[in-house]
């Protein structure tokens, strides 16, 4: 079981990298349109979500090709163990057949975001995590297909969702007084898309790549143990849920502070910005408070063996208050990002990650020999650089041009 972890938990890592970069890309998507919703712009929405969902219909098919024919290399470059190097490529081969869906999906979410609703992407996310959990469940318990009922399960999921949310995304276009979707990408709407959603991809990307990074750590602090590596991945799955909140709510406020910029309300603005702060340090507090006293319990839902549970509760614990310090520089994010400052939110994010987050978890992690809780530390350490950087960036170029 633990190689099965393993190999899935360094399969993810890929996955989100990928999944990332094109929630990025959506996400500028989101700001475009809900800067024409907001202006009522309506045939310029029209033609801007047909360009983005037509876009990342043809970079999903592109991806999969490449990732399916360099499957074998990703997964020999991160180090794997041998003894979970045939799970995690399994995982990683048949997840990424499926990754047209995710990339459906996550454009329908982005869509909707920016036409003002954030309810209806949530409800497709908690549809495709329940499918998926009750699917790893037959595949793995029941029919005992390891990683790749695990995969299979995953991509079964993201079609349903995408299926679903596309079948609402064409009833909410008719209410909205949208034109019908065409396979159709316009020069100008795409430069418009990509000039705003580049930098928030990059900043995704370059996010994902650190942890990325953190796994490779991981493997070559502790050698070919296969304990250490299930241990981060287990963590690195409670992560990914905690983050959830945090994430959603940039996206949300990136999309409403674009529909207040093109209908000129400056109140809403700035009302966003603190409402989703509030709302961040609400979700904060609880899964910082969960991951740090209820570890262990959390943990013991992947059935870890004694050694794999004593790293992954040490783990978990040296990164547990990232969770409040993260709401302070998500709601920074959406704000620069609403207002289309994307750059901005991407150069501290990658500098976070890549001046801080690795160098800080290589140096504690592996030089000083702390091992998973050195790693860990240099999380929260990130998160709190880019706060601060955000911070004092809002202060001295958007807080007298908004009164904020």
Not at 42 to 54: E, H, R, W
Request: aromatic share 10%; with cysteine.
């Amino acid at each position: 079981r633990a190689g099965i972890v393993a190999g899935v938990g360094v399969s993810s890592q890929m996955n989100y990298l990928v999944i990332n970069a094109v929630v990025g890309l959506s996400a500028g998507g989101s700001i475009v349109i809900s800067q024409y919703f907001g202006a009522k712009k309506y045939v310029d929405v029209s033609k801007a979500v047909n360009t983005l969902i037509t876009f990342l219909i043809v970079c999903g098919v592109a991806l999969t090709v490449v990732t399916l024919l360099l499957s074998d290399s990703i997964i020999r470059l991160l180090k794997t163990p041998q003894a979970a190097f045939k799970e995690a490529r399994d995982y990683f081969f048949y997840t990424m057949s499926g990754l047209v869906f995710i990339f459906v999906y996550n454009g329908i979410g982005a869509v909707l975001r920016g036409l003002g609703d954030s309810v209806r992407p949530l409800i497709f996310i908690g549809i495709a995590a329940a499918l998926n959990i009750g699917l790893d469940v037959l595949a793995v318990a029941a029919m005992d297909m390891g990683a790749a009922g695990v995969a299979v399960a995953t991509v079964v999921a993201h079609f349903i969702s995408a299926l679903i949310s596309a079948i609402y995304l064409i009833k909410k276009c008719k209410k909205s007084r949208l034109d019908k979707f065409r396979f159709r990408m316009e020069k100008q709407k795409l430069k418009e898309l990509l000039k705003t959603g580049v930098p928030t991809s990059i900043q995704n990307t370059v996010a994902s790549l650190s942890f990325v990074a953190l796994t490779y750590i991981i493997n070559i602090s502790y050698g070919d143990s296969v304990a250490a590596l299930a241990a981060g991945s287990m963590a690195f799955k409670i992560n990914s849920f905690a983050v959830l909140p945090s994430r959603s709510l940039n996206g949300s406020i990136a999309a409403m502070v674009g529909q207040n910029k093109g209908a000129g309300d400056k109140a809403r603005i700035k009302n966003t910005r603190n409402y989703g702060l509030i709302i961040g340090l609400i979700f904060g507090f609880i899964f910082s408070a969960a991951t740090f006293f209820f570890a262990e319990s959390l943990l013991k839902i992947f059935n870890p063996d004694t050694q794999t549970l004593e790293m992954g509760t040490l783990y978990v614990k040296s990164f547990a208050l990232d969770y409040v310090i993260l709401p302070f520089s998500i709601s920074q994010y959406g704000l620069t990002d609403g207002l289309g400052r994307t750059k901005v939110s991407m150069w501290v994010n990658s500098v976070s990650s890549l001046a801080l987050r690795v160098p800080g978890a290589y140096v504690m992690g592996k030089l000083l020999g702390w091992g998973l809780k050195g790693i860990g530390y240099a999380i929260p350490l990130s998160s709190l650089f880019s706060a601060v950087i955000m911070f004092v960036y809002v202060r001295r170029n958007i807080s007298k041009e908004l009164k904020i």
